[in-house]
């Protein structure tokens, strides 16, 4: 019996963590990224989807808050879809996935419009927690300290809640946030698809090598995107008597 004890191989490899174990998904990597540019790229349409994506972006980075409703009702529309599709895939019958789809897309496609404010508090609260999660991911790499990576959750609580609550305050400052950083990487993603197909040789070592490049490229036309919105979408001074204020 001892002997068939000391005889027997230890495992050596890592268990699964257990049901009740909950693990926060990693954030896509600047390897995964350029990969799925270039696959983009490849593809038969890559040069079509590339500038619709580019022009996507322009849409939502400079005019996000003035037509800020339809550009919700999308983005919750395919929110919907892909929710409705998880769902549909877990389901028996034939395309169900796609019939869950469609059902998902317009269910919640259609109630983000009376429910404005809600669907811009879930948007919001999305993309706060993404953004808190992947900045202190990357503060964390940038500053050599990988054993707080264990804490991101921190970064993606605070951005959910600072921008999911600030929707019902200050609507038009989420909005603006919101679409600003979508439209710099939807347009971001059509710009390096398009120049990865005529320039990968020289740009894709940088993409991959490089740490802070990715978040200078989505950084710069963020913040550009959000002033621009800010300055150009305020009211005009109202007229008084017949004559406009100077």
């Not at 054993?147 to 609550?165: K, N, P, R």
Request: net charge neutral; charged share 10%.
């Amino acid at each position: 019996m001892m002997l068939a004890q000391i005889n027997t191989p230890v495992s050596t490899v890592p268990a699964e963590p257990g049901a009740g174990q909950f693990t926060l998904p990693e954030i896509p990597s600047q390897d995964q990224i350029v990969d799925a540019l270039l696959d983009l790229t490849h593809s038969q349409y890559g040069a079509v989807l590339a500038m619709l994506l580019f022009a996507c972006g322009l849409v939502y980075m400079l005019q996000g808050w003035k037509i800020f409703k339809i550009l919700v009702v999308a983005n919750v529309a395919v929110l919907g879809a892909a929710v409705g599709s998880y769902v549909g895939s877990m389901a028996r019958g034939e395309n169900t996935w796609m019939y869950a789809s469609i059902a998902g897309a317009m269910l919640l496609g259609g109630l983000a419009w009376p429910l404005m404010k809600y669907a811009v508090s879930l948007l919001g609260g999305m993309v706060g927690s993404f953004v808190g999660y992947g900045l202190w991911h990357y503060a964390a790499n940038a500053s050599d300290h990988p054993e707080i990576l264990q804490y991101a959750w921190v970064g993606a609580l605070v951005g959910l809640i600072t921008l999911g609550l600030l929707a019902f305050v200050i609507l038009r400052f989420v909005v603006m946030i919101v679409t600003s950083i979508q439209g710099a990487v939807m347009g971001l993603g059509g710009v390096l698809a398009m120049m990865l197909k005529y320039m990968a040789e020289d740009l894709e070592a940088p993409l991959r090598e490089n740490d802070h490049l990715m978040v200078i490229l989505i950084g710069v036309p963020a913040i550009i995107g959000f002033v621009f919105q800010c300055c150009w979408s305020a009211k005009p001074p109202k007229k008084k008597d017949g004559t406009s204020s100077k």
